[in-house]
Nanobody, 123 residues
Framework: QVQLVESGGGLVQAGGSLRLSCAASGRTFSRYGMGWFRQAPGKEREFVAAINWSGGRTYYGDSVNGRFTISRDNAKNTVYLQMNSLKFEDTAVYYC????????????????WGQGTQVTVSS
């Protein structure tokens, strides 16, 4: 079992930055690939970024590539999402998720999810 708790969301002006954190419980965090997804009202859950167990490989959705950076610290059982140059359309609830498989952009392949943190970007 892995429990995930996101933090760092909030209200920011367009063009600003936020860093989200996702703290994981358990001693096996380093075995999991981690992903960030987001969901805006009335829309499907969207892949944002993913990172493999070692941090050596990262993947990004087209809409955030070049603006967001995913990273992890296995010693702290934490994965981060640095979000720069935020846009109004980045407004959503952001979720982190863990998968025991190869990291993927597909939500249903993730085994554990956090409760989400709200990010609101004002235009």
């Amino acid at each position: 079992q892995v429990q995930l708790v996101e933090s760092g969301g909030g209200l920011v002006q367009a063009g600003g930055s936020l860093r989200l954190s996702c703290a994981a419980s358990g001693r096996t965090f380093s075995r999991y690939g981690m992903g960030w997804f987001r969901q805006a009202p009335g829309k499907e859950r969207e892949f944002v970024a993913a990172i493999n167990w070692s941090g050596g490989r990262t993947y990004y959705g087209d809409s955030v590539n070049g603006r967001f950076t995913i990273s992890r610290d296995n010693a702290k059982n934490t994965v981060y999402l640095q979000m720069n140059s935020l846009k109004f359309e980045d407004t959503a609830v952001y979720y982190c998720a863990a998968t025991g498989m190869v990291v993927t952009t597909t939500p249903f392949r993730y085994d554990y999810w956090g409760q989400g943190t709200q990010v609101t970007v004002s235009s």
